[in-house]
Protein backbone atom coordinates (compact mmCIF):
# COMPACT_ATOMS: atom_id res chain seq x y z
CA UNK A 1 0.00 0.00 0.00
CA UNK A 2 1.73 3.34 -0.86
CA UNK A 3 1.60 5.97 0.94
CA UNK A 4 1.22 9.96 0.27
CA UNK A 5 1.77 13.23 2.00
CA UNK A 6 4.68 15.30 2.51
CA UNK A 7 7.93 13.04 4.65
CA UNK A 8 9.05 15.69 7.27
CA UNK A 9 12.83 15.84 7.86
CA UNK A 10 15.01 17.68 10.32
CA UNK A 11 15.48 20.55 8.07
CA UNK A 12 12.04 21.56 7.23
CA UNK A 13 11.21 21.16 11.04
CA UNK A 14 13.67 23.49 11.80
CA UNK A 15 13.16 25.87 8.91
CA UNK A 16 9.31 25.89 10.07
CA UNK A 17 10.26 26.93 13.84
CA UNK A 18 12.41 29.92 12.57
CA UNK A 19 9.52 31.13 10.54
CA UNK A 20 7.47 30.74 13.48
CA UNK A 21 10.19 32.43 16.38
CA UNK A 22 10.66 35.74 13.30
CA UNK A 23 6.62 35.70 13.21
CA UNK A 24 6.43 35.82 16.86
CA UNK A 25 9.68 38.81 17.31
CA UNK A 26 7.98 40.57 14.78
CA UNK A 27 5.02 40.80 16.50
CA UNK A 28 6.41 41.25 19.82
CA UNK A 29 9.21 44.41 18.13
CA UNK A 30 6.12 45.82 16.82
CA UNK A 31 3.76 45.88 20.13
CA UNK A 32 7.39 47.25 21.79
CA UNK A 33 7.41 50.50 19.15
CA UNK A 34 3.50 50.93 19.36
CA UNK A 35 4.19 51.48 23.23
CA UNK A 36 7.29 53.20 23.34
CA UNK A 37 5.11 55.85 20.27
CA UNK A 38 2.29 55.71 23.19
CA UNK A 39 4.19 56.84 25.79
CA UNK A 40 6.37 59.18 24.09
CA UNK A 41 4.00 60.98 21.16
CA UNK A 42 0.46 60.00 22.88
CA UNK A 43 0.40 60.32 26.31
CA UNK A 44 3.68 62.16 27.19
CA UNK A 45 1.34 65.01 29.07
CA UNK A 46 0.04 62.29 31.26
CA UNK A 47 3.41 60.12 32.39
CA UNK A 48 5.13 63.84 32.46
CA UNK A 49 2.35 64.87 35.07
CA UNK A 50 2.57 61.91 36.96
CA UNK A 51 6.42 62.38 37.19
CA UNK A 52 5.99 65.80 38.91
CA UNK A 53 3.18 64.52 40.84
CA UNK A 54 5.55 61.98 42.21
CA UNK A 55 8.24 64.66 42.69
CA UNK A 56 5.33 67.47 43.81
CA UNK A 57 2.90 67.53 46.97
CA UNK A 58 -0.06 69.61 46.82
CA UNK A 59 -0.70 71.67 49.86
CA UNK A 60 -4.41 73.35 50.33
CA UNK A 61 -4.11 76.86 51.32
CA UNK A 62 -7.67 77.74 53.59
CA UNK A 63 -8.89 80.96 52.46
CA UNK A 64 -9.12 83.99 54.75
CA UNK A 65 -12.89 84.56 55.75
CA UNK A 66 -13.96 88.07 55.30
CA UNK A 67 -13.67 90.39 58.47
CA UNK A 68 -17.54 90.78 60.30
CA UNK A 69 -18.07 94.69 61.17
CA UNK A 70 -20.80 96.11 63.41
CA UNK A 71 -22.75 99.57 62.96
CA UNK A 72 -19.81 101.40 64.10
CA UNK A 73 -16.99 99.86 62.24
CA UNK A 74 -15.97 97.41 65.44
CA UNK A 75 -14.96 94.08 64.58
CA UNK A 76 -16.72 91.41 65.19
CA UNK A 77 -14.49 88.41 63.83
CA UNK A 78 -11.15 88.85 61.95
CA UNK A 79 -8.59 86.84 60.99
CA UNK A 80 -5.16 86.50 62.59
CA UNK A 81 -2.00 84.38 61.85
CA UNK A 82 -2.29 80.87 63.21
CA UNK A 83 0.30 78.14 62.66
CA UNK A 84 -0.74 74.71 61.04
CA UNK A 85 1.65 71.33 61.23
CA UNK A 86 1.98 69.07 58.48
CA UNK A 87 3.37 65.69 58.16
CA UNK A 88 3.92 64.76 54.43
CA UNK A 89 2.35 61.26 52.96
CA UNK A 90 4.90 58.18 53.09
CA UNK A 91 5.66 54.75 54.58
CA UNK A 92 3.47 53.87 57.61
CA UNK A 93 6.36 53.24 59.91
CA UNK A 94 8.60 55.89 59.20
CA UNK A 95 5.27 58.50 59.64
CA UNK A 96 4.37 56.83 62.92
CA UNK A 97 8.22 57.09 64.13
CA UNK A 98 7.64 61.22 63.01
CA UNK A 99 4.37 61.43 65.15
CA UNK A 100 6.35 59.92 68.04
CA UNK A 101 9.17 62.23 68.35
CA UNK A 102 6.34 65.69 67.95
CA UNK A 103 4.15 64.36 70.20
CA UNK A 104 6.25 65.82 72.92
CA UNK A 105 7.33 68.95 71.03
CA UNK A 106 3.71 69.81 70.21
CA UNK A 107 1.71 68.62 73.13
CA UNK A 108 0.15 66.36 70.96
CA UNK A 109 -2.14 63.64 73.19
CA UNK A 110 -2.63 60.20 72.05
CA UNK A 111 -6.33 60.81 70.83
CA UNK A 112 -4.81 63.99 68.70
CA UNK A 113 -2.71 61.82 67.15
CA UNK A 114 -5.31 59.13 65.99
CA UNK A 115 -7.96 61.64 65.18
CA UNK A 116 -4.99 62.86 62.63
CA UNK A 117 -4.16 59.44 61.30
CA UNK A 118 -7.72 58.76 60.85
CA UNK A 119 -8.74 62.17 59.13
CA UNK A 120 -5.26 61.42 56.70
CA UNK A 121 -6.27 57.87 55.78
CA UNK A 122 -9.09 58.99 53.96
CA UNK A 123 -6.91 60.69 51.17
CA UNK A 124 -3.40 59.27 52.11
CA UNK A 125 -1.48 61.19 48.88
CA UNK A 126 -1.93 64.79 50.44
CA UNK A 127 0.23 65.80 53.98
CA UNK A 128 -1.20 64.69 57.09
CA UNK A 129 -2.21 67.57 59.10
CA UNK A 130 -0.94 66.59 62.52
CA UNK A 131 -2.43 70.03 64.27
CA UNK A 132 -4.46 73.32 63.47
CA UNK A 133 -3.64 76.55 65.57
CA UNK A 134 -0.52 74.85 66.73
CA UNK A 135 0.24 77.23 69.85
CA UNK A 136 3.32 79.81 68.74
CA UNK A 137 5.48 78.08 71.46
CA UNK A 138 5.38 74.74 70.08
CA UNK A 139 6.44 76.21 66.40
CA UNK A 140 9.13 77.85 68.05
CA UNK A 141 10.22 74.61 69.40
CA UNK A 142 10.05 72.98 66.25
CA UNK A 143 11.40 75.46 64.47
CA UNK A 144 14.73 75.05 66.57
CA UNK A 145 14.86 71.60 66.13
CA UNK A 146 14.08 71.96 62.09
CA UNK A 147 16.98 69.85 60.45
CA UNK A 148 15.55 66.75 62.43
CA UNK A 149 12.20 66.51 60.84
CA UNK A 150 12.49 67.04 57.19
CA UNK A 151 9.04 65.98 56.47
CA UNK A 152 8.01 68.12 58.46
CA UNK A 153 5.81 71.32 57.25
CA UNK A 154 4.75 74.25 59.06
CA UNK A 155 2.64 77.02 57.74
CA UNK A 156 0.55 80.19 58.59
CA UNK A 157 -2.85 80.49 57.67
CA UNK A 158 -5.49 83.00 58.35
CA UNK A 159 -6.90 81.92 61.95
CA UNK A 160 -10.35 83.32 62.55
CA UNK A 161 -10.56 85.17 65.91
CA UNK A 162 -13.83 86.62 68.03
CA UNK A 163 -12.34 89.65 70.31
CA UNK A 164 -15.38 89.70 72.18
CA UNK A 165 -15.38 86.38 73.08
CA UNK A 166 -18.21 84.69 75.20
CA UNK A 167 -20.82 87.36 74.72
CA UNK A 168 -21.33 86.87 71.15
CA UNK A 169 -20.97 83.19 70.98
CA UNK A 170 -24.63 82.36 70.21
CA UNK A 171 -24.90 85.30 67.33
CA UNK A 172 -21.68 84.15 65.91
CA UNK A 173 -21.11 80.55 66.17
CA UNK A 174 -17.87 79.40 65.15
CA UNK A 175 -15.75 77.60 62.08
CA UNK A 176 -14.52 74.09 62.01
CA UNK A 177 -13.45 71.16 59.74
CA UNK A 178 -16.06 70.29 57.49
CA UNK A 179 -17.86 66.71 58.53
CA UNK A 180 -18.50 63.33 56.31
CA UNK A 181 -22.16 64.05 57.06
CA UNK A 182 -21.85 68.11 55.76
CA UNK A 183 -19.84 66.99 52.86
CA UNK A 184 -22.64 64.62 51.41
CA UNK A 185 -25.27 67.28 52.07
CA UNK A 186 -26.21 69.68 48.97
CA UNK A 187 -25.59 72.80 50.97
CA UNK A 188 -21.68 71.88 50.64
CA UNK A 189 -21.44 71.13 46.96
CA UNK A 190 -17.51 71.59 45.82
CA UNK A 191 -16.51 71.68 49.21
CA UNK A 192 -13.30 68.61 50.15
CA UNK A 193 -12.01 67.57 52.98
CA UNK A 194 -9.79 69.47 55.68
CA UNK A 195 -12.01 72.50 54.66
CA UNK A 196 -13.18 74.38 57.58
CA UNK A 197 -16.59 76.05 57.57
CA UNK A 198 -18.86 78.12 59.76
CA UNK A 199 -20.56 76.08 62.36
CA UNK A 200 -23.81 77.72 63.63
CA UNK A 201 -24.74 81.71 63.81
CA UNK A 202 -23.84 84.27 61.65
CA UNK A 203 -20.54 82.00 60.73
CA UNK A 204 -23.08 79.08 59.43
CA UNK A 205 -25.95 81.64 57.53
CA UNK A 206 -23.20 83.80 55.31
CA UNK A 207 -20.65 80.63 54.62
CA UNK A 208 -21.15 81.49 51.13
CA UNK A 209 -20.50 85.09 51.04
CA UNK A 210 -17.36 85.23 53.64
CA UNK A 211 -16.45 81.66 53.39
CA UNK A 212 -14.01 82.39 50.53
CA UNK A 213 -12.02 79.24 48.02
CA UNK A 214 -9.34 77.72 49.42
CA UNK A 215 -5.93 77.88 47.44
CA UNK A 216 -3.04 75.33 46.84
CA UNK A 217 0.55 75.42 47.03
CA UNK A 218 3.23 73.04 45.55
CA UNK A 219 6.06 71.38 47.30
CA UNK A 220 9.05 69.26 45.84
CA UNK A 221 10.19 66.54 47.62
CA UNK A 222 12.64 63.42 47.25
CA UNK A 223 12.64 60.16 46.57
CA UNK A 224 12.73 59.73 50.47
CA UNK A 225 9.62 62.35 50.79
CA UNK A 226 11.61 64.70 52.22
CA UNK A 227 10.71 68.56 51.36
CA UNK A 228 13.34 70.26 49.65
CA UNK A 229 11.72 73.08 48.20
CA UNK A 230 8.16 75.32 48.72
CA UNK A 231 7.51 76.50 45.33
CA UNK A 232 6.72 79.60 44.37
CA UNK A 233 3.36 81.14 44.57
CA UNK A 234 2.51 81.31 41.21
CA UNK A 235 2.79 77.89 40.29
CA UNK A 236 -0.52 76.80 42.44
CA UNK A 237 -3.64 78.67 43.07
CA UNK A 238 -3.95 81.80 45.38
CA UNK A 239 -7.12 81.48 47.95
CA UNK A 240 -9.71 83.39 47.28
CA UNK A 241 -10.51 85.84 50.29
CA UNK A 242 -14.59 85.58 51.45
CA UNK A 243 -16.58 88.85 51.25
CA UNK A 244 -16.84 91.37 54.12
CA UNK A 245 -20.09 91.76 56.67
CA UNK A 246 -21.42 94.21 57.69
CA UNK A 247 -24.21 94.28 60.44
CA UNK A 248 -26.84 96.05 62.45
CA UNK A 249 -25.72 94.53 65.33
CA UNK A 250 -24.19 96.82 67.94
CA UNK A 251 -21.17 95.34 69.47
CA UNK A 252 -20.52 97.62 72.46
CA UNK A 253 -24.21 97.49 73.59
CA UNK A 254 -23.46 93.87 73.56
CA UNK A 255 -20.83 93.89 75.39
CA UNK A 256 -22.39 96.12 77.85
CA UNK A 257 -24.83 93.66 78.56
CA UNK A 258 -22.55 90.96 79.26
CA UNK A 259 -20.76 93.26 81.50
CA UNK A 260 -24.25 94.09 83.79
CA UNK A 261 -25.81 90.33 83.75
CA UNK A 262 -26.63 88.80 87.14
CA UNK A 263 -24.50 85.69 87.14
CA UNK A 264 -26.28 84.29 89.35
CA UNK A 265 -29.61 83.27 86.64
CA UNK A 266 -29.95 82.33 83.19
CA UNK A 267 -31.55 83.83 80.20
CA UNK A 268 -31.44 85.61 77.52
CA UNK A 269 -32.00 89.28 76.03
CA UNK A 270 -31.94 90.36 72.82
CA UNK A 271 -32.69 94.21 71.33
CA UNK A 272 -33.97 95.64 67.74
CA UNK A 273 -34.03 99.12 66.33
CA UNK A 274 -37.68 99.04 65.17
CA UNK A 275 -36.95 101.50 61.90
CA UNK A 276 -35.12 99.12 60.35
CA UNK A 277 -35.85 95.59 61.96
CA UNK A 278 -31.83 95.22 62.33
CA UNK A 279 -30.69 93.37 65.67
CA UNK A 280 -29.18 95.34 67.94
CA UNK A 281 -27.92 93.12 70.48
CA UNK A 282 -28.62 89.39 71.03
CA UNK A 283 -26.79 87.69 74.40
CA UNK A 284 -27.10 84.39 76.13
CA UNK A 285 -26.19 83.23 79.64
CA UNK A 286 -24.25 81.51 80.13
CA UNK A 287 -21.94 81.12 77.28
CA UNK A 288 -19.40 79.48 76.15
CA UNK A 289 -15.91 81.10 74.24
CA UNK A 290 -15.84 80.24 70.56
CA UNK A 291 -12.13 81.13 70.45
CA UNK A 292 -11.64 77.79 71.83
CA UNK A 293 -13.86 75.71 69.05
CA UNK A 294 -11.18 77.18 66.29
CA UNK A 295 -8.70 74.85 65.15
CA UNK A 296 -10.79 71.79 67.15
CA UNK A 297 -11.91 71.92 70.77
CA UNK A 298 -10.13 71.06 73.90
CA UNK A 299 -11.29 67.82 74.85
CA UNK A 300 -11.66 68.81 78.84
CA UNK A 301 -12.41 72.28 77.70
CA UNK A 302 -15.53 70.25 75.87
CA UNK A 303 -16.29 67.77 78.37
CA UNK A 304 -16.84 70.92 80.69
CA UNK A 305 -19.32 72.30 78.84
CA UNK A 306 -21.29 69.17 78.90
CA UNK A 307 -21.21 68.67 81.98
CA UNK A 308 -21.99 72.34 83.44
CA UNK A 309 -25.62 72.58 84.60
CA UNK A 310 -26.21 75.63 83.06
CA UNK A 311 -26.46 74.17 79.50
CA UNK A 312 -24.08 77.43 77.96
CA UNK A 313 -24.20 75.93 74.65
CA UNK A 314 -28.45 76.37 74.85
CA UNK A 315 -29.26 79.82 72.94
CA UNK A 316 -31.90 81.23 75.30
CA UNK A 317 -32.20 84.21 73.24
CA UNK A 318 -33.88 82.70 70.02
CA UNK A 319 -32.41 79.21 69.72
CA UNK A 320 -33.99 75.90 70.43
CA UNK A 321 -34.90 75.61 74.01
CA UNK A 322 -35.54 79.41 74.51
CA UNK A 323 -39.49 79.66 73.64
CA UNK A 324 -41.16 80.13 77.68
CA UNK A 325 -44.38 80.69 79.02
CA UNK A 326 -44.96 84.82 78.14
CA UNK A 327 -46.90 85.67 81.08
CA UNK A 328 -48.26 89.07 81.65
CA UNK A 329 -45.65 90.73 78.84
CA UNK A 330 -48.25 89.45 76.73
CA UNK A 331 -51.08 91.44 77.65
CA UNK A 332 -49.70 93.86 74.99
CA UNK A 333 -50.69 91.66 72.23
CA UNK A 334 -53.95 90.86 73.98
CA UNK A 335 -54.45 94.66 74.21
CA UNK A 336 -53.35 94.99 70.55
CA UNK A 337 -56.03 91.72 69.31
CA UNK A 338 -58.65 93.25 71.16
CA UNK A 339 -58.18 96.97 69.79
CA UNK A 340 -58.09 95.97 66.09
CA UNK A 341 -61.44 94.02 66.62
CA UNK A 342 -63.26 96.24 68.38
CA UNK A 343 -63.58 94.09 71.08
CA UNK A 344 -62.64 96.82 73.89
CA UNK A 345 -62.10 100.40 73.44
CA UNK A 346 -59.10 102.67 74.73
CA UNK A 347 -61.30 104.09 77.80
CA UNK A 348 -63.61 101.70 78.46
CA UNK A 349 -63.92 100.13 81.85
CA UNK A 350 -64.60 96.19 82.87
CA UNK A 351 -68.09 95.23 84.22
CA UNK A 352 -66.61 93.55 86.93
CA UNK A 353 -64.09 95.57 88.81
CA UNK A 354 -61.01 93.85 89.94
CA UNK A 355 -60.88 92.87 93.50
CA UNK A 356 -58.48 90.31 93.63
CA UNK A 357 -60.49 87.16 91.49
CA UNK A 358 -63.77 87.04 89.57
CA UNK A 359 -65.93 84.14 88.19
CA UNK A 360 -65.80 84.14 84.74
CA UNK A 361 -66.92 81.26 82.24
CA UNK A 362 -67.79 78.76 84.54
CA UNK A 363 -64.28 78.77 86.45
CA UNK A 364 -63.11 81.29 89.35
CA UNK A 365 -59.69 83.10 87.91
CA UNK A 366 -57.72 84.93 90.90
CA UNK A 367 -55.45 87.91 90.41
CA UNK A 368 -52.03 88.06 91.20
CA UNK A 369 -52.76 90.96 93.85
CA UNK A 370 -55.23 89.48 95.95
CA UNK A 371 -56.11 93.48 97.48
CA UNK A 372 -57.49 93.83 93.62
CA UNK A 373 -57.29 96.99 91.54
CA UNK A 374 -60.60 98.06 91.68
CA UNK A 375 -62.06 99.82 88.30
CA UNK A 376 -59.40 100.23 85.54
CA UNK A 377 -59.25 100.18 81.92
CA UNK A 378 -56.43 99.90 79.08
CA UNK A 379 -54.21 102.30 80.68
CA UNK A 380 -54.19 101.06 84.15
CA UNK A 381 -54.89 97.53 82.81
CA UNK A 382 -51.24 97.98 81.57
CA UNK A 383 -50.19 100.02 84.57
CA UNK A 384 -51.21 97.59 87.45
CA UNK A 385 -50.97 94.36 85.09
CA UNK A 386 -54.54 93.60 86.56
CA UNK A 387 -55.13 89.97 85.79
CA UNK A 388 -59.26 90.72 86.01
CA UNK A 389 -59.05 93.01 83.83
CA UNK A 390 -57.55 91.05 81.13
CA UNK A 391 -59.29 88.02 81.83
CA UNK A 392 -62.87 90.13 80.79
CA UNK A 393 -60.67 90.89 77.69
CA UNK A 394 -60.05 87.51 76.39
CA UNK A 395 -63.37 86.19 77.52
CA UNK A 396 -64.82 89.60 74.83
CA UNK A 397 -62.45 88.38 72.05
CA UNK A 398 -63.73 84.52 72.51
CA UNK A 399 -61.32 81.53 71.77
CA UNK A 400 -62.01 81.24 68.15
CA UNK A 401 -61.57 85.03 67.61
CA UNK A 402 -58.44 84.81 70.11
CA UNK A 403 -56.99 81.97 68.31
CA UNK A 404 -57.84 83.52 64.63
CA UNK A 405 -56.70 86.96 65.24
CA UNK A 406 -53.29 85.70 66.62
CA UNK A 407 -52.74 83.51 63.67
CA UNK A 408 -53.46 86.16 61.16
CA UNK A 409 -51.14 88.45 63.33
CA UNK A 410 -48.46 85.76 62.65
CA UNK A 411 -47.77 84.79 65.88
CA UNK A 412 -47.15 81.48 64.77
CA UNK A 413 -44.18 82.57 62.40
CA UNK A 414 -40.66 82.61 63.09
CA UNK A 415 -38.96 86.00 62.67
CA UNK A 416 -36.83 85.08 60.04
CA UNK A 417 -34.01 86.47 62.06
CA UNK A 418 -31.03 85.18 59.71
CA UNK A 419 -29.37 82.78 62.36
CA UNK A 420 -29.55 79.01 62.16
CA UNK A 421 -32.20 77.05 64.44
CA UNK A 422 -34.59 79.74 65.84
CA UNK A 423 -37.01 78.43 68.15
CA UNK A 424 -40.28 77.46 66.99
CA UNK A 425 -43.06 79.39 69.02
CA UNK A 426 -45.85 77.95 70.80
CA UNK A 427 -49.61 79.52 69.42
CA UNK A 428 -52.71 77.45 69.02
CA UNK A 429 -53.84 78.51 65.65
CA UNK A 430 -57.54 77.51 65.91
CA UNK A 431 -59.70 75.32 68.59
CA UNK A 432 -59.04 72.43 67.11
CA UNK A 433 -55.76 72.54 68.04
CA UNK A 434 -56.43 70.91 71.25
CA UNK A 435 -58.12 68.04 69.41
CA UNK A 436 -54.94 67.90 67.41
CA UNK A 437 -52.77 68.00 70.31
CA UNK A 438 -54.02 66.92 73.64
CA UNK A 439 -57.28 64.96 72.30
CA UNK A 440 -59.74 67.11 73.91
CA UNK A 441 -62.21 69.67 73.00
CA UNK A 442 -61.30 72.79 74.31
CA UNK A 443 -63.69 74.60 77.05
CA UNK A 444 -64.76 78.42 75.83
CA UNK A 445 -62.55 79.08 79.35
CA UNK A 446 -59.30 78.39 77.89
CA UNK A 447 -59.05 81.84 76.70
CA UNK A 448 -58.84 83.48 80.54
CA UNK A 449 -55.57 81.49 80.77
CA UNK A 450 -54.33 82.42 77.26
CA UNK A 451 -55.04 86.05 78.13
CA UNK A 452 -52.90 86.59 80.73
CA UNK A 453 -49.83 84.47 79.10
CA UNK A 454 -50.06 81.06 80.54
CA UNK A 455 -51.31 77.97 79.09
CA UNK A 456 -50.30 76.54 75.59
CA UNK A 457 -48.17 79.57 74.78
CA UNK A 458 -44.36 79.98 74.55
CA UNK A 459 -42.28 83.00 72.90
CA UNK A 460 -38.30 83.29 72.69
CA UNK A 461 -36.72 86.75 73.76
CA UNK A 462 -36.42 87.14 69.88
CA UNK A 463 -40.40 86.73 69.57
CA UNK A 464 -41.32 88.63 72.14
CA UNK A 465 -38.97 91.71 70.86
CA UNK A 466 -40.65 91.10 67.35
CA UNK A 467 -43.75 91.94 69.22
CA UNK A 468 -43.17 94.83 71.04
CA UNK A 469 -41.16 95.97 67.66
CA UNK A 470 -44.73 95.97 65.60
CA UNK A 471 -46.28 98.30 69.01
CA UNK A 472 -43.09 100.30 68.34
CA UNK A 473 -43.20 100.92 64.71
CA UNK A 474 -45.08 103.47 62.62
CA UNK A 475 -46.89 101.02 60.10
CA UNK A 476 -46.99 98.00 62.90
CA UNK A 477 -45.80 95.96 60.10
CA UNK A 478 -42.70 93.68 61.73
CA UNK A 479 -40.37 92.79 58.65
CA UNK A 480 -37.95 89.52 58.88
CA UNK A 481 -35.37 90.04 61.58
CA UNK A 482 -32.04 90.62 60.41
CA UNK A 483 -28.38 90.98 62.00
CA UNK A 484 -26.45 91.80 59.02
CA UNK A 485 -26.92 94.13 56.79
CA UNK A 486 -26.58 93.45 52.88
CA UNK A 487 -27.52 95.75 49.99
CA UNK A 488 -29.70 93.93 48.13
CA UNK A 489 -32.02 93.29 51.74
CA UNK A 490 -34.08 95.86 50.74
CA UNK A 491 -37.80 93.63 50.42
CA UNK A 492 -38.05 91.89 53.11
CA UNK A 493 -41.69 89.62 53.94
CA UNK A 494 -43.84 90.94 56.66
CA UNK A 495 -43.59 88.28 59.67
CA UNK A 496 -46.05 90.05 62.19
CA UNK A 497 -48.94 92.45 61.01
CA UNK A 498 -50.17 94.25 64.67
CA UNK A 499 -50.97 97.30 62.57
CA UNK A 500 -52.95 99.91 64.80
CA UNK A 501 -54.64 103.48 64.19
CA UNK A 502 -52.29 106.44 66.29
CA UNK A 503 -55.26 106.43 69.52
CA UNK A 504 -54.19 102.62 70.02
CA UNK A 505 -51.03 102.92 69.94
CA UNK A 506 -50.79 106.17 72.29
CA UNK A 507 -53.15 104.35 74.60
CA UNK A 508 -50.91 101.35 74.82
CA UNK A 509 -47.71 103.78 74.96
CA UNK A 510 -48.90 105.77 78.00
CA UNK A 511 -49.81 102.27 79.77
CA UNK A 512 -46.50 100.86 79.25
CA UNK A 513 -45.05 104.48 81.09
CA UNK A 514 -46.80 103.83 83.77
CA UNK A 515 -45.49 100.84 84.19
CA UNK A 516 -42.35 102.62 85.26
CA UNK A 517 -43.99 105.00 87.25
CA UNK A 518 -44.93 105.73 90.73
CA UNK A 519 -47.19 102.58 91.83
CA UNK A 520 -47.03 100.79 88.41
CA UNK A 521 -45.26 97.37 88.69
CA UNK A 522 -41.64 98.65 87.63
CA UNK A 523 -42.16 101.26 89.46
CA UNK A 524 -38.43 102.49 90.64
CA UNK A 525 -36.82 101.89 86.93
CA UNK A 526 -37.80 105.31 85.76
CA UNK A 527 -35.42 107.23 83.38
CA UNK A 528 -35.12 111.23 83.95
CA UNK A 529 -33.31 111.76 80.19
CA UNK A 530 -35.34 109.16 78.47
CA UNK A 531 -38.81 108.28 77.34
CA UNK A 532 -38.49 104.39 78.93
CA UNK A 533 -41.89 102.57 78.59
CA UNK A 534 -42.17 99.19 79.65
CA UNK A 535 -44.11 96.11 80.64
CA UNK A 536 -43.17 93.09 83.17
CA UNK A 537 -43.84 89.35 83.33
CA UNK A 538 -43.90 86.85 85.58
CA UNK A 539 -44.77 83.23 85.00
CA UNK A 540 -45.34 80.51 86.97
CA UNK A 541 -43.24 77.77 86.89
CA UNK A 542 -45.33 75.54 89.02
CA UNK A 543 -48.38 75.77 90.92
CA UNK A 544 -47.41 73.83 94.22
CA UNK A 545 -43.60 74.33 94.52
CA UNK A 546 -40.89 76.27 95.70
CA UNK A 547 -39.21 76.73 92.61
CA UNK A 548 -39.29 80.56 91.99
CA UNK A 549 -41.02 82.12 88.73
CA UNK A 550 -39.59 83.05 85.95
CA UNK A 551 -38.96 86.70 84.65
CA UNK A 552 -39.97 89.07 82.14
CA UNK A 553 -39.21 92.57 81.07
CA UNK A 554 -39.63 93.99 77.91
CA UNK A 555 -39.00 97.68 77.36
CA UNK A 556 -39.04 100.66 74.90
CA UNK A 557 -37.23 103.76 75.07
CA UNK A 558 -36.77 106.75 72.51
CA UNK A 559 -35.83 110.96 73.18
CA UNK A 560 -38.78 112.10 74.85
CA UNK A 561 -41.43 113.51 72.06
CA UNK A 562 -40.42 110.65 69.45
CA UNK A 563 -41.11 107.18 68.39
CA UNK A 564 -39.34 104.25 70.18
CA UNK A 565 -35.44 103.96 68.77
CA UNK A 566 -35.04 100.83 70.58
CA UNK A 567 -36.65 98.00 72.05
CA UNK A 568 -35.27 95.33 74.56
CA UNK A 569 -36.67 91.92 76.08
CA UNK A 570 -35.17 90.10 78.62
CA UNK A 571 -35.69 86.94 79.97
CA UNK A 572 -34.85 85.73 83.40
CA UNK A 573 -35.07 81.96 84.39
CA UNK A 574 -36.63 81.77 88.29
CA UNK A 575 -35.97 85.81 88.47
CA UNK A 576 -39.38 85.60 90.42
CA UNK A 577 -40.86 88.86 89.09
CA UNK A 578 -41.03 91.02 86.36
CA UNK A 579 -39.41 94.28 87.88
CA UNK A 580 -35.77 91.80 88.68
CA UNK A 581 -34.68 92.17 84.68
CA UNK A 582 -36.37 95.58 84.46
CA UNK A 583 -33.04 97.71 85.70
CA UNK A 584 -31.20 95.78 83.31
CA UNK A 585 -33.61 96.49 80.18
CA UNK A 586 -33.41 100.12 81.69
CA UNK A 587 -29.97 100.02 81.82
CA UNK A 588 -29.28 98.86 77.90
CA UNK A 589 -31.89 100.98 76.54
CA UNK A 590 -30.22 104.17 78.36
CA UNK A 591 -26.64 102.74 77.18
CA UNK A 592 -27.69 102.97 73.42
CA UNK A 593 -29.56 106.46 73.76
CA UNK A 594 -26.97 108.01 75.29
CA UNK A 595 -24.23 106.95 72.76
CA UNK A 596 -26.75 107.78 69.85
CA UNK A 597 -27.20 111.64 71.14
CA UNK A 598 -23.23 111.80 72.57
CA UNK A 599 -25.26 112.22 76.32
CA UNK A 600 -23.25 111.95 79.78
CA UNK A 601 -23.67 108.22 80.41
CA UNK A 602 -24.58 107.56 83.67
CA UNK A 603 -23.87 104.02 84.96
CA UNK A 604 -26.44 103.24 87.87
CA UNK A 605 -29.22 105.71 86.00
CA UNK A 606 -32.67 103.80 87.61
CA UNK A 607 -33.78 105.29 91.37
CA UNK A 608 -33.73 101.50 92.27
CA UNK A 609 -29.96 100.96 91.66
CA UNK A 610 -29.52 104.66 92.90
CA UNK A 611 -30.84 103.63 96.07
CA UNK A 612 -29.49 100.65 96.43
CA UNK A 613 -25.90 102.01 95.91
CA UNK A 614 -26.63 105.26 99.04
CA UNK A 615 -26.52 107.63 95.48
CA UNK A 616 -28.28 111.01 95.29
CA UNK A 617 -31.82 110.29 94.20
CA UNK A 618 -34.27 112.98 92.63
CA UNK A 619 -37.62 111.81 94.93
CA UNK A 620 -39.76 114.71 93.41
CA UNK A 621 -39.01 114.01 90.01
CA UNK A 622 -39.28 109.94 91.41
CA UNK A 623 -42.92 110.20 93.19
CA UNK A 624 -44.27 113.12 90.28
CA UNK A 625 -47.05 111.91 88.20
CA UNK A 626 -46.26 110.50 84.52
CA UNK A 627 -46.82 113.03 81.78
CA UNK A 628 -46.88 111.90 78.42
CA UNK A 629 -44.52 113.65 76.51
CA UNK A 630 -45.47 115.90 73.71
CA UNK A 631 -44.90 114.43 70.19
CA UNK A 632 -42.68 116.47 67.75
CA UNK A 633 -43.31 114.54 64.47
CA UNK A 634 -45.93 112.67 63.49
CA UNK A 635 -44.03 109.65 61.93
CA UNK A 636 -46.64 107.63 62.68
CA UNK A 637 -50.05 107.29 60.85
CA UNK A 638 -53.23 105.25 61.39
CA UNK A 639 -52.85 101.87 60.45
CA UNK A 640 -55.07 99.34 58.87
CA UNK A 641 -56.92 99.31 61.13
CA UNK A 642 -58.38 102.25 61.29
CA UNK A 643 -60.46 102.06 58.38
CA UNK A 644 -62.04 98.85 59.70
Same mark, same amino acid.
Given at each position: MERTGRISTPRAERARRSLYARGFLTVAFLVLIGAAGRLQILEVDKWATIAKTNRLREVSIPAPRGTIYDRHGNVVAENIVGYRVQLMPGRRDSMDAQLKRLQPILGLTDEQIAAARKKWLRESHLPMTVMMDTPPVAVARLQEQRSAFPTVLVDEYAKRHYPAGEAIAHMIGYISEISEQELKSREFVGYTQGQWIGKGGLERAYENMIGGI??? =?? #??????? =????LLPEELGMPAIPGRDLQLYFDLDLQRYIEGIWPRAYRGGMVAIDPATGGVLAYYSYPSFDPNRFIGGIPMPYWDSLR????????? =??GGSGSAQPPASAWKLIVAAMALEEKAITVDQYMPVACGGGMHILGRYARCWDAKGHGRVDLIRGIMYSCDVYFYQVGARLGLKRYTETGTRMGFQKRTGIDLP????? #?? *??SPDWWQRTFRYKPKENEVVSLAIGQGPIA?? *????????????RPDGKVPALRIARLPQDTARPVVIDMALNRKYVDAMWRGMRRVVGPGGTAQLTRLKEWDLMGKTGTAQVCADCSIRDHAWFIGM??? *???? *?E?????FMEHGEHGYTPSDYVANAINFFLSRKYNRPFERWPTPRQRIQRELPVDFQWLYSAVIDPPRSDSTRESGPAAAR
Open positions: PGS =RY #LEIDAQG =RIKRADSGKPLLD =RAGEARN #LF *PDMS *PLKMAAFYTGIAGAL *PGHD *PIVVAM
